[in-house]
């Protein structure tokens, strides 16, 4: 079979698209990774794109005087390198919904605490483990999940937990978690990958 070709886009330091490159070059995620998009030329994954060879590529709505154009820029691009899955890792706006469409089941995201609580608009990055802490959960993690049309509410594939500890803040919670998405994207990406990922409306089926 073909490898299938992913993308990453991502709008911050990108040490989850670090981790699925590293499983990618270390042969145990078959897929090949040529492109990475931010909307932010600030985003430190770009540099890590470049280091590993994949094309970096800053795309920003804002540059778009109609969101029509933007979704047909995202479109041709992800056209431009054949890419069959899309991988949302730290990216801070929202997917047009005809991208949506053309990549249903295809796209996913990762969001650093147990949907579906903690999601949705606004709670991205520090606010997400302080939102975490606040409620007094004894429990938090990271999900894994397909984008839908809205903010975090797509069908969820795979979660992996953390423990709240005494004294954690936003900041230690949140590395916490972190590195757990590390090892939780490049499995869910392999997973994809090899066709072991099956949706039925919400409920998502995983053959080990
Ligand atoms: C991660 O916590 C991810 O769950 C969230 O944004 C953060 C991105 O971190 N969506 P990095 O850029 O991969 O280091």
Do not use: W
Not at 85 to 111: D, E, S, T
Not at 125 to 148: C, E, M, P
């Amino acid at each position: 079979m073909m490898v299938q070709h992913l993308a990453v886009l991502a709008s911050g330091g990108g040490s989850n698209f670090r981790a699925i490159l590293r499983a990618i070059e270390s042969g145990t995620l078959p897929l090949a990774c040529p492109l990475l998009v931010s909307n932010t030329p600030r985003a430190g994954a770009l540099a890590i794109a470049r280091e590993h060879g994949c094309a970096a590529v800053v795309l920003n709505p804002r540059d778009y005087d109609r969101e029509a154009d933007y979704t047909d820029a995202l479109i041709g691009l992800l056209e431009q390198y054949r890419i069959d899955l899309v991988a949302l890792a730290g990216y801070l706006r929202k997917i047009p919904a005809r991208v949506v469409a053309a990549f249903r089941h295809r796209m996913v995201n990762i969001h650093p605490a147990l949907l579906p609580d903690f999601g949705g608009p606004g709670l991205y990055g520090r606010q997400v483990h302080a939102a975490v802490l606040a409620s007094g959960v004894r429990q938090s993690g990271a999900t894994i999940h397909f984008v839908d049309e809205e903010y975090d509410t797509g069908p969820i594939i795979l979660q992996a937990q953390v423990p709240i500890l005494p004294g954690d803040t936003p900041e230690t919670l949140a590395a916490r978690v972190l590195s757990e998405e590390h090892r939780l994207y490049p499995r869910v990406l392999g997973l994809l990958a090899r066709g072991r990922i099956s949706v039925n409306g919400r409920q998502v089926a995983v053959e080990p």
